[in-house]
């Protein structure tokens, strides 16, 4: 997009200046740069990702020296600043963004003696990894949350685009409501967009209009939907940051997905030189996933069941998409006792029963 | 809350900034310059607006705030356009250009952040109204005050000496000048009015519709104020109703959504932009009677001796 010219030129201007350090030398810390796309602020996307960069630092003190560089678009500008971090002696590089994912490669081969963690992406290399959240392990939790609350019985949930990660987190979300109570149903809005806060508002004002009581901010990387709940006087859940200030009275809950775990163990990898490109998949057992600020009016029985499913979660005895499991059409997508495939899970096409929206065709 | 209630108020509150900003930029190109820049006007407007409002917790700097840096940016495209004779269409878009680069400079320590909306406030008596009361009735203050906005430009453009001298100088500047008229001054007025107006907006955007900052916000709306000029053919009532349909039909979207009622939401998504333009192309479909409504002088480069 052409106005995305100048903040292109700024955050070119700003890595230029990050990186004209001195490059390392042999004994000195371990560099790590990391590339993120959105501007960091105090919660979304980027900030998560820059919380385990901190705690990164905590962790290795000055084993490790870490630089950033945010707002970056996909494409010509992440290749260049990946490489100007490579030319200037970085050995480690995190992406935190699914189409830095050609261009690390190539950077990847070209530097065998560097590592590369990357977010989301598919593609693997014996010195770059991948890493996902299973963010539907506790969407299921919520849901059930979700399922105690409500008095309308209708659940609105505001969602960008119907990717496979995206519908899996409604299936499951629904799915936990359903456990609570049968008789929810589940409304989305998609917004067709990867931002407009004032349309994520909208959909959520709209969502109340028509009856619902809890509203889903799926992935919106902004307190659009929060605010406009603390405002109007409905419960919100949210993802990937804790955003009860922002809504102390109406928050439900919050899934978050904390990177810090696995950032640790991939920088101490790296320092040891044995660092593998593995696919990363984290959920709520290695505490990369977990649902933060549950809001005190959840009655003390659900909040119980929650705790027991949780704590099943983790220990790897439940999973949330265990049949059986009807879809939208009536059709049986798994059998008593069946539970999802990884790889089905990753690549899901269809919404479960109870979810009156189609996925858009 | 009720659905209709949702859309019709909804709707007013929606258009609310669209009307600001096509206001203004209906002045401006009223007097010859197009200023293809609001989205970065509107962007600048609406970091200006909330860091002011944030630091001091006032709405009116944060309006004032975003209005004066609105008006800053379009003085740069006045300069250019007016006194070194550049390329209108070209300015407009650096202008654009630098604004949205701006306003992730000033947003920058803000990002994400939020502040408490503009409060609504009823008109005493009338928002007590039975269902007419919540719908048009409770609202912000800024959105009587775009409705006053509306019928000042229309009032002020046909029925005032001043509306004339504008028109007057966006239909022949060379003629205007011969008549003694201050064509470059009048023009970097209307530029500056746009500019203002187009903060304005922004502000509204980030301190009362959506109250946080988030880089990219606007998020396209600046454009479609752009089209909404020229598809409702430089008619303050077409420009307006243009507004309003658009802000009507992308709730309706939502809401027929949220519904569940099972049509593509790509669909739905487009149709605001569909239903807009489709409806002021077919009332604007006499060739004639836009020649005679567009300035004639629009977008040219001015040329006085």
Known sequence: MLPRILTRALTAAAAASILALPAAAQNEPLTIGFIYPSPVADVGWAAELNHGRESLEEQFG??????FVENVPEGPDAARIMNQMA?????????????????GIRLAEQNPDMTFIHASGYKLAPNFGNFQSRNYESSYLVGMAAGDVTETDTIGVVASYAIPEVIGMINAFTLGL??????????????NSWFDPPKAQESARALVAQEADVVYSLYQDTPSVVSVAEEEGFWVI?????MKEYAPNWLLASQIADWSSYFIESVQATLDGNFEGTAFWGGMADGTVDVKSWASSISGETMAEIEEVSAAIR????HPMTGPIVDQDGAERLAEGEVIADDAMQGIDWL?????TRIPQ | MDVLVFIVSGTLAAATALIFAAMGELVAEKSGVLNLGIEGMMATGAAMGFVMMSLTGSYTLGFLGGAALGLALSMVHAALTIVFRANQTASGLAIGILGLGLSSAIGKKFEGKTVPGLPESGIPGLSEIPVLGPMLFQQDLMVYLSIILIFATWYVLNRTKLGLTIRAVGENPEAAHALGLRVRAIRAGCVGFGGAMAGLAGAYMSIAYTPLWAEGMIAGRGWIVVALIVFGTWIVRRVVF????FGSISLLQLSIQAFGVNVPSQLMSALPYIVT????????RNAMFIRLNSPASLGATLRLS
Do not use: C, H
């Open chain 1, 178 to 191: 359903q456990e609570v109570n049968p008789d929810a149903s589940v409304k989305v809005v998609w917004l």
């Open chain 1, 62 to 67: 000055d084993k490790i020296r870490t630089i």
């Open chain 1, 238 to 242: 949210n993802t990937s940051s804790d």
């Open chain 1, 87 to 103: 030319a200037q002696g970085a050995d480690m590089i995190m992406l935190g963004s699914f189409g830095y994912m050609n261009d």
């Open chain 1, 315 to 318: 220990a790897g005895e439940f």
């Open chain 2, 277 to 284: 333009i489709v409806m002021l192309a077919v009332i604007s």
């Open chain 1, 352 to 356: 479960v029963e109870g979810v009156e």
């Open chain 2, 242 to 245: 243009g507004a309003y349909l």
